[in-house]
């Protein structure tokens, strides 16, 4: 089973403090993406990332997919109470359609 | 900004009965998929649909499960005889690249919460 492993599971910060969710698979992927997902809501599109060791740069998220390809890292600078949600990563490989999603991390960010 | 869009909203039925959850992809998009998210588990694929036949379908999506493009815009899924464990938010997406194709994103609806009583 492929399985993406996301940590932490769960994180409480408060507004203003940096953080870090990773995303990690002992598997090589053709491509890797991270949704935000709101409760009662479909997953919503922040990045896709395609090539080992890019880095993209959304306002205060910045996104890294892994030299190997095999994981993703998610950092938020100075966290507002509007970065709270579920953030999930979601990888595909070379020979198939499907999307396949990670773990989960539920962000909540304190003013 | 273009988005899909599902419907009902929620859909309550039961067990045995047949369900057809409705999505309106976007309308340049040409790759179709249905995923499933029991509650308090993770998003998974059910099937992919393109060129109007399914290309890829999981070990969930067995002979119960069917998918249709009827007309131009509408994509559903069926449910022949839905059992209690069908319950779930299922979620419509779509994509203007194809899944093996660099970059592709996907645009997902906000879902049907399938109730199974």
């Known amino acids: 089973t492929q399985l993406l492993e996301q940590s932490p599971q769960f994180l409480s910060i408060q507004e203003g403090e940096n953080l870090t969710v990773y995303c990690n698979s002992s598997?090589?992927?053709?491509?890797l993406q991270w949704y935000r997902q709101e409760p009662g809501e479909g997953p919503v599109l922040l990045v896709t990332v395609v090539t080992g060791g890019e880095v993209k740069k959304l306002k205060r998220l910045t996104f890294q997919f892994g030299d190997a390809r095999k994981d993703s890292s998610l950092h938020i600078t100075a966290a507002q109470p509007g970065d709270t949600g579920l953030y999930l990563c979601a990888a595909t490989k070379y020979n198939t359609d499907k999307l396949i999603f990670g773990t989960g991390t539920r962000l909540q960010v304190f003013p | 900004e273009p988005e899909v869009t599902q419907t009902p909203s929620h859909q309550v039925t039961q067990m045995g009965q047949e369900v057809i959850l409705r999505c309106v992809p976007i309308s340049n998009h040409l790759y179709f998929y249905w995923y499933r998210q029991i509650l308090g588990q993770k998003v998974e694929f059910l099937v992919s649909?393109?060129?109007?036949?399914?290309?890829?379908k999981s070990e969930i999506f067995d002979d119960q499960f069917s998918v249709e493009r009827p007309d131009g815009s509408n994509f559903t899924l069926k449910i022949r005889s839905t059992k209690l464990e069908d319950s779930a938010m299922y979620f419509c997406?779509?994509?203007?690249?194809?899944?093996?194709?660099f970059g592709a994103g996907y645009t997902f609806g906000s879902g049907t919460r399938l109730t199974v009583v």
């Open positions: 598997s090589v992927f053709s491509s």
């Open positions: 997406a779509s994509s203007e690249l194809g899944p093996r194709q």
């Open positions: 649909f393109y060129n109007n036949e399914i290309s890829e």
